[in-house]
């Protein structure tokens, strides 16, 4: 690169000279006989232009180098990023105000009072259907409200909903290993033949139970108007639903199974059973059969009824 030259017309241009030949190495002054000064390196002609004439070709220099002139920006940038962040970060966080600690009431302030605490809720008494009875010689009975609610919740006791029976058309049919066919109207059974109570308690394998007066005719008084063979041993149920269940024949007489029109005073209505729901006492309420209408005197003592055919046991022997 050529050299250029200048004279050294004032004391600014030696006072240049002598900085830029002391702090900036490789670099050659020479003077010449006329007084001038030359640079041999471009950096030292540009500084030195830019030192003498501030408003030439700044621009100029700024382009040639302006590598160095981008890391210079950009450190200003970081610095000056860093500056604001410490000075966010060193703010003292605003101190929280301590709440008042609570004051002691003095005799003179009005205080609450104090709760009266109240019994517990009861349950409510179930609504009684007009003359039913509660108890029966000192013991409690399960309201027919109660009992229906039991029916309700469990709608599988009846295998095909409550059964509206016509009083009219009703019929109970003794037959099969019998002298003669019987058939009884509802009329026939409830004023014909001598009524017993006994309480007795329906427990369902649903883990529900309930305590009842039961009021109805012996089944074996109604057989003996039919007569029943030697040779029977089984009695099959059949109701008006299509259901069905068996119990032995010595069962039925030496308990003295009856078939029931009241619970605790009250006549039957289509959801209790209505005409009739036989009383088995000790027995799963799967063998209390509702809205009978055939009762079969059989010597079949394998028959499986409605549930027992599902797996249910034939002996449905309620244990202690």
Known sequence: MGSVAFSKKNNTSSRVDSHLQQNIPGITIEKSEEGKTE??????????KYTKYPHINVMQVLKRHKKIVLIAVLLVVILTVSLIIVQKTSKPSPTPTPSPAPTTPTPTETTSPIPTPTAP????????????????????LTPISTFIEDLVQHPDVAIAGTQHITQATYRLTINGLV????????????????SIQKVATLTCVERWNATILWEGVPVNDLLQEAGVN???????????????TALPLDYVVQNNIILAYKMNNVTLTPQTGWPFILVVQNQY????????????????????????????????????
């Open 179 to 194: 002298n003669q066919t019987v058939e009884y109207t509802y009329d026939d059974v409830v004023n014909n033949f001598q």
């Open 230 to 244: 030697p040779n029977a041993t089984t009695l099959i149920f059949y109701a008006y639903d299509g259901y069905s």
């Open 285 to 320: 309420g799967y063998k209390w059969i509702m809205w009978p209408i055939v009762i079969n005197v059989s010597d079949d003592s394998s028959y499986l009824g409605y549930w027992e055919s599902q797996g249910y046991p034939n002996n449905a022997t309620v244990l202690p």
């Open 121 to 140: 809720s009861q349950t409510p008494t179930p609504s009684l259907y007009p003359g039913e009875v509660t108890q029966y010689q000192g013991q409690s």
């Open 39 to 48: 640079c041999q390196t471009s950096l030292r002609r540009d500084i030195y």
